[in-house]
Nanobody
Framework: QVTLVESGGGLVQAGGSLRLSCAAS????????MGWFRQAPGKEREFVAAISGGVGTTYYADSVKGRFTISRDNAKNTLYLQMNSLKPEDTAVYYC????????????????WGQGTQVTVSS
């Protein structure tokens, strides 16, 4: 099991930016396929973005494509989510997770989860 710790959430005005970080406990982080999900109150957890191990192929939900960027620094065992042009509908708790088997956009494919970090976008 991998321990994942998110940070970087906060309150921002619409149109602003935030960068989330997710620190992993394992030095084999570079091999991990990783993802970001979010969950707003009263809604199901939804896929935001994912990145493969190795060359780092990226995947995005349509709702964030062109605004969010997922990246990783394997030397620091850290995953990032750069969020630009934020909208009130981006308000949610954001989670990073390590992927097991299955599709990138399914929460059930992920085996280890962080505790989440709150992002609130005011209008």
């Amino acid at each position: 099991q991998v321990t994942l710790v998110e940070s970087g959430g906060g309150l921002v005005q619409a149109g602003g930016s935030l960068r989330l970080s997710c620190a992993a406990s394992e030095r084999t982080f570079s091999n991990y396929r990783m993802g970001w999900f979010r969950q707003a109150p009263g809604k199901e957890r939804e896929f935001v973005a994912a990145i493969s191990g190795g060359v780092g192929t990226t995947y995005y939900a349509d709702s964030v494509k062109g605004r969010f960027t997922i990246s990783r620094d394997n030397a620091k065992n850290t995953l990032y989510l750069q969020m630009n042009s934020l909208k009130p509908e981006d308000t949610a708790v954001y989670y990073c997770a390590r992927k097991g088997s299955g599709s990138y956009d399914a929460a059930s494919s992920y085996v280890d989860w962080g505790q989440g970090t709150q992002v609130t976008v005011s209008s």
